[in-house]
């Protein structure tokens, strides 16, 4: 079974300020189709998930630019360029390339 | 807009079963395939089973394999968890999403196990 962990569990950020969550996965997530199976997923408060990245750096529709996802092979980053108080809430990456695993989940909160 | 609802959750004692309904609209239903995914309480995301645009293929994980069935009626857009065997550890919300990126996820329906 492929894991996937997150660092780190938390962070508390300042508005306007930059975020940086790390997802590492125990096997490569590149498939022989050339495309890397990893997701970026935002639980706010309350609610239910909604993606936010899928293929490592596809920003799904509707949002925002300030979210932005990068890695390769087993290495992975979402970054969010300046924090607003809309985007608390618990952050999971996930991989969909052999069966599908979520990492432990990063909650962000604002200080 | 895309919707999908969950219900059947509730209270149940272990070993009884029950059956979760997923009504999907907005979109061709019978274009995706589908998952459950579950929280328990205060936990993180773990996925429970996924069920081919067509039904022609299932996957489970292992921790409810043998117990839990997912089915789907391309008809009337719904999809389905029947759990059976229930234990105190699959006390959680059940959530039903689609696709392959998992883009639409319901509100949840909450399944209690206990005595």
């Known amino acids: 079974d492929i894991v996937m962990t997150q660092t780190p569990l938390s962070l508390s950020v300042t508005p306007g300020q930059p975020a940086s969550i790390s997802c590492k996965s125990s096997q490569s997530l590149l498939h022989s189709d050339g495309k890397t199976y990893l997701y970026w997923y935002l639980q706010k408060p309350g609610q239910s998930p909604q993606l936010l990245i899928y293929?490592?750096?596809n920003r799904f529709s509707g949002v925002p630019d300030r979210f932005s996802g990068s890695g390769s092979g087993t290495d992975f980053t979402l970054k969010i360029s300046r924090v607003e108080a809309e985007d608390v809430g618990v952050y999971y990456c996930?991989?969909?390339?052999?069966?599908?695993?979520f990492g432990q989940g990063t909650k962000v909160d604002i200080k | 807009q895309v919707q999908l609802v969950e219900s059947g959750g509730g209270v149940v004692q272990p070993g009884r079963s029950l059956k979760l309904t997923c009504a999907a609209s907005g979109f061709t239903f019978s274009y995706y395939g589908m998952h459950w995914v579950r929280q328990a309480p205060g936990k993180g995301l773990e996925w429970v089973a996924v069920i081919w645009n067509d039904g022609s293929d299932k996957y489970y994980a292992d921790s409810v394999k043998g117990r839990f069935t997912i089915s789907r009626d391309n008809s009337k857009n719904m999809l389905y968890l029947q759990m059976n065997s229930l234990r105190a550890e699959d006390t959680a919300v059940y959530f039903c999403t689609s696709g392959l990126k998992f883009s639409y996820w319901g509100q949840g329906t909450l399944v209690t196990v206990s005595s």
């Open positions: 293929e490592v750096s």
């Open positions: 996930m991989q969909s390339i052999q069966m599908w695993t």
